[in-house]
């Protein structure tokens, strides 16, 4: 079991910023803006590209809980990326969709 089903499952304790049937969000522990929350599936898919292909529904609700985190969050602008393989930087190979905001971003990103 990967690390991030674990810590769906209740295994890692964790403060879930947003919890349903099918997704949870928590706060990155290398955080790359001031606000980074992590938005993944409980059920385990290896990246976007398998979620994608598999769970249009739950794919769906991982955009729409960034959307209510960062206006809970009160961002006025955010990124939401998601790391699909390890050359793109995937370092946990569970599907997670990352939220950043709180600073201004520079494009191209990487």
Same mark, same amino acid.
């Given at each position: 079991?990967?690390?991030?089903?674990? %810590?769906?499952?209740?295994? %890692?304790?964790?403060?879930? @910023?947003?919890?349903?049937?099918?997704?949870?969000?928590?706060? +990155? *522990? +290398?955080?790359?803006?001031?606000?980074? %929350?992590l938005i993944i599936p409980r059920q385990?898919?290896?990246?976007?590209?398998? @979620?994608?292909?598999? +769970?249009?529904?739950? @794919?769906?609700?991982?955009?729409?809980?960034?959307?209510?985190?960062?206006?809970?969050?009160? *961002? +006025?602008?955010?990124? %939401?990326?998601?790391?699909?393989?390890?050359?793109?930087?995937?370092?946990?190979?569970?599907?997670?969709?990352? @939220?950043?905001?709180?600073?201004?971003?520079?494009?191209?990103?990487?």
């Open positions: 079991m990967c690390i991030f089903c674990k %810590i769906a499952a209740g295994e %890692i304790p964790t403060n879930f @910023l947003y919890e349903s049937a099918r997704v949870v969000a928590f706060k +990155d *522990l +290398d955080p790359q803006a001031p606000a980074h %929350i385990h898919f290896e990246n976007a590209a398998e @979620l994608a292909a598999a +769970d249009s529904a739950t @794919l769906s609700e991982l955009f729409g809980a960034a959307r209510e985190l960062a206006a809970t969050l009160g *961002l +006025d602008g955010y990124r %939401i990326t998601f790391n699909t393989g390890a050359s793109a930087g995937q370092s946990v190979f569970h599907a997670h969709l990352h @939220l950043l905001g709180g600073r201004p971003f520079a494009w191209p990103p990487g």
